[in-house]
């Protein structure tokens, strides 16, 4: 009874740690974040890493638009007080398929439309995106040390009402990056 025993529970263990590693392989991984002073201000360069699960590449084959949003947080540390919020910014890029078209759809607020054939080809447009501008010119103070927050997921406010419903309780419709942190001395 007891080899039986402890043989359920190996198993049990076994499951457990297969199914969290599974899990874990369904996020989004910031690979590389940077800011870059530019003649019109700071702009974020970053690169991330993901896969749609079976359940979100079937709703975009479907038409069904998923909204992949980055957020970034600058502060400025500060001993005598709460940190300064200098810089707090979000922008939204959105992925959908046209069915009688056969083709992807990837936007951005302020930028041109652009159309893919493939979903691999769409996904990396998001996976490494264009030089963000995050603040304008004189928002940094020049010499100042500030702490950088960075995360993008995929936002699920901007679906369908009906859809909201099964994103909030489906696991498949959950990808999420960790906050990435990093430090910035301002130009």
């Given amino acids: 009874m007891t080899v039986r025993f402890f043989l359920l529970l190996a198993c049990q263990l076994f499951l457990a740690l297969t199914c ?3 899990q874990a392989a369904e996020g989004i991984e910031i690979t590389r974040a940077s800011i ?5 201000g700071y ?4 690169a991330y890493s993901f896969d749609l699960t079976p359940g979100l590449e079937q709703a975009i084959e479907h038409g069904v638009a998923l909204s992949f949003t980055t957020e970034i947080e600058l502060t400025r540390p500060r001993w005598w007080w709460t940190d300064d919020h200098a810089v707090s910014s979000r922008r939204t890029i959105k992925l959908n398929y046209d069915v009688l078209l056969r083709v992807y759809h990837v936007s951005a607020p302020g930028s041109i439309q652009q ?3 493939t979903l691999d080809d769409a996904l990396r447009a998001i996976r490494l995106p264009a030089r963000w501008l995050i603040a304008p010119k004189g928002a940094l103070k020049p010499g100042e040390v500030y ?3 960075l995360r993008m997921f995929m936002d699920r406010e901007f679906l369908l009402k ?5 994103a909030f309780n489906n696991s498949d419709w959950r990808l999420a990056s960790h906050k990435k942190t990093f430090t910035y001395r301002a130009e």
């Fill in 36 to 40: 870059e002073a530019s003649d019109d």
């Fill in 20 to 22: 969290a590693t599974a």
């Fill in 147 to 149: 702490n950088v927050t």
């Fill in 43 to 46: 702009r974020l360069s970053a």
């Fill in 115 to 117: 159309n893919f054939d």
């Fill in 162 to 166: 009906p859809l909201q419903i099964d």
